[in-house]
């Protein structure tokens, strides 16, 4: 298949094989599902949430555990990934492809990406931000790793795959009808729950 940046060819492939099965055990479930927790306090319930680069589905999981009745739908590039979510069976749609080309007529209560913009060729990001924001009815969740400019770091031993920035605020720019209601910090050496080090955002469509 071809794509439009080297990002996507990457994580199409076999890194994105590893990465898919490195990243999956019963604790990391625990702790989505403690993060997720926090922000369905401050959403209530949802009846749909797409996300975008879902890899496995433990972040649609952890929302199935604690709401099962919301209709989850995922967006995800990796064949092996996109294996993985047929076999646990939760979502009612999943679309195998890149998010860069992602267009749907549906919307959703709240559309979510998470340690995916890190990812993302820079020069794409204004689309990301589009399709987040076109395809929610309300609610848009991120959770990246942050910093108040841009910076490149090297990733696993790979120059090009992993960039930092200011992802929120940048989307509150673009869209300035975004009001952000909640943000927040999830710590590696959190004795419970622990997480990547992650910068959440929860934003609302005023419009």
């Not at 009745?69 to 967006?75: M, W």
């Not at 795959?161 to 959190?190: I, N, S």
Request: hydrophobic share 35%; aromatic share 14%; charged share 20%.
């Amino acid at each position: 298949m071809n794509y439009k940046t080297e990002q996507e060819s990457f994580w199409a492939g076999e890194f994105g094989d590893e990465y898919s099965q490195r990243n999956n055990s019963e604790q990391l479930l625990v702790s989505k599902t403690a993060f997720f927790a926090t922000i369905l306090q401050k959403t209530g319930l949802l009846d749909s949430v797409l996300e975008l680069g879902s890899n496995i589905g433990l972040n649609l999981q952890a929302i199935d555990k604690l709401t099962p009745k919301t209709a989850l739908s995922a967006v995800e590039i990796n064949t092996f990934a996109k294996e993985q979510l047929e076999q646990w069976g939760g979502c009612q749609e999943i679309f195998h492809q890149s998010a860069l080309a992602f267009e749907t007529p549906k919307r959703y209560d709240m559309t979510m990406i998470l340690g995916v913009l890190i990812h993302i060729n820079p020069n794409e990001l204004s689309q990301m931000y589009q399709t987040l924001y076109e395809h929610s009815q309300r609610w848009i969740l991120l959770s990246e790793s942050y910093n108040p400019t841009p910076v490149e770091v090297s990733y696993r031993g790979n120059e090009g795959r992993y960039f930092k920035r200011d992802f929120a605020g940048e989307m509150m720019t673009q869209y300035p009808d975004l009001k952000l209601v909640d943000y927040g910090f999830v710590y590696h050496r959190d004795p419970a729950f622990p997480l990547d080090d992650t910068t959440w955002f929860l934003m609302e469509k005023r419009g």
